[in-house]
């Protein structure tokens, strides 16, 4: 077996508090593969949120290690995890986070001229159609519909490639014909681009379609992941 995508060993992450520290996950140790889909699911709470920020430099663990494509996150400065990020990772969020003075193909394009890529604003294009919304590129986030939005923010995930693609409750905001038909472009930019996929979800029908899932419970993880086994 290859070396992991994503490899954590005993993570712990603890925040400071108005009320002093706030232990929020202990003790998380799972490998991710290249091309594994993994679902994280457990109540509001349990830290779902909180271990794919840790698996995307966006929070740094307190103890133990992450480690993504054989880099330490955990001896990173803010600059070099920005730069990983950058250049491997596509993160989804259940707020879109578009810029809402940029339209549809520059919110897209951003993270590949941040990258240097002479073509950003061709890849953009392609990517924006890729997901449905070619005739809505010089429309603004108010402009368009929830779904709409995360259609782009989805695009704006995949644009660069990425090695992996974090996406936290993609679908939580959405309606249920929304919701679907982001499930279905998010499994298939991640089979286009043979990126690995975490998602954090609560909706039973997507976590249903991960290769594996992780129960997680008071920041613990419960139960180990599963592999599916096809009937």
Known sequence: MTDPVLSLNNAALSLQGNAGRVDILHDISIDVQRGETLGLVGPSGSGKSSLLMLMGGLEQATGGSVMALGQDLTVMNEDALA???RDHMGVVF?????????TALENVAVPLELAGARDAFDRAEAELATVGLG?????????????EQQRVALARA???????????EPTGNLDGA?????????????????ATLVMVTHAPELAARCDRTVRLMDGRIETPAEIKVAE
């Open 83 to 85: 730069r990983f990020r």
């Open 94 to 102: 259940q707020s879109f986070h578009l810029i809402p003075t940029m």
């Open 135 to 147: 005739h809505r590129m010089d429309h603004y986030p108010s402009q368009m519909s929830g779904g």
């Open 158 to 168: 995949s644009a660069p490639r990425p090695d992996i693609l974090l996406a936290d």
């Open 178 to 194: 929304n919701g679907a038909a982001i499930m279905d472009l998010l499994f298939g930019l991640r089979d286009r681009h043979n």
